[in-house]
């Protein structure tokens, strides 16, 4: 069945340093979503991608979506104590209904 | 008030016990979700319901059983709860195949 794997799983990053996760899935997307989830909080939508090798930027987080629509990016620029949580991708395929998420990437951010 | 509610927050069941979470929504949509969230594992999707007469098996749905009353009102239960069913359970929502999705606030419920 389709998978969606993220890496890494947890970092730890001192505030002002970048950030990276990579979300890769098994199947071609039709489309990526990033999800946020602050600690003891539930999922909230960040963005969707849609078109082969798309970037959108908000603000110090850049999103990208690979020429393949099979692996995404989230990369979030001089981190801050607010951006602390796990970030989620998730992915769908073009004929499916289903949302598979990521495992998650849990950043934690050293003041 | 939120757009996505769930009931209980917390719970403590024991093992074998029938258990009923609960899941309303004001957004108007008609797709609702139910997915679980174990520590390092993500989200996996139990079950889903693109109308009231539309149910439909996700990922992990053994053991499980959902009923989508109205438009506005999708349950999850446990026929007879076990430990490893222990987990975040979270209610969503969306208004259609290739919009976001709006999550409730969870329940966390522990099988013992």
């Known amino acids: 069945g389709q998978q969606v794997m993220q890496i890494p799983q947890y970092q730890h990053v001192q505030e002002g340093e970048d950030f990276t996760t990579y979300c890769n899935s098994s199947?071609?997307?039709?489309?990526i979503q990033w999800y946020k989830q602050r600690p003891g909080g539930h999922p909230v939508f960040l963005i969707q991608?849609?078109?082969?090798?798309e970037v959108k930027k908000q603000k110090r987080l850049t999103f990208q979506f690979g020429e393949a629509k099979k692996n995404s990016s989230l990369h979030i620029t001089a981190t801050q104590t607010t951006d602390v949580g796990t970030y989620f991708c998730?992915?769908?395929?073009?004929?499916?209904?289903?949302?598979?998420f990521g495992s998650g990437t849990r950043l934690l951010v050293r003041p | 008030d939120a757009d996505v509610t769930q009931t209980p927050r917390n719970r403590i069941t024991k093992t074998g016990k029938r258990i009923m979470l609960e899941c309303s929504q004001t957004?108007?949509?008609?797709?609702m979700y139910w997915y679980r969230q174990d520590p390092g594992l993500g989200l996996q999707l139990i079950y889903y319901?693109?109308?009231?007469?539309?149910?439909n098996k996700g990922e992990i749905s053994d053991g499980y059983s959902v009923s989508r009353q109205a438009q506005a009102k999708f349950s999850l239960s446990l026929e007879s709860a076990i430990p490893n069913q222990t987990a975040l359970y979270f209610c969503?929502?969306?208004?259609?195949?290739?919009?976001?999705?709006?999550f409730g606030q969870g329940t966390r419920l522990t099988v013992v």
């Open positions: 991608l849609v078109k082969s090798g």
């Open positions: 319901s693109f109308d009231v007469k539309d149910i």
């Open positions: 957004k108007g949509h008609d797709r």
């Open positions: 199947t071609t997307l039709s489309n």
């Open positions: 998730a992915g769908r395929r073009d004929s499916s209904y289903k949302l598979i």
């Open positions: 969503a929502t969306s208004e259609g195949r290739n919009t976001e999705a709006f």
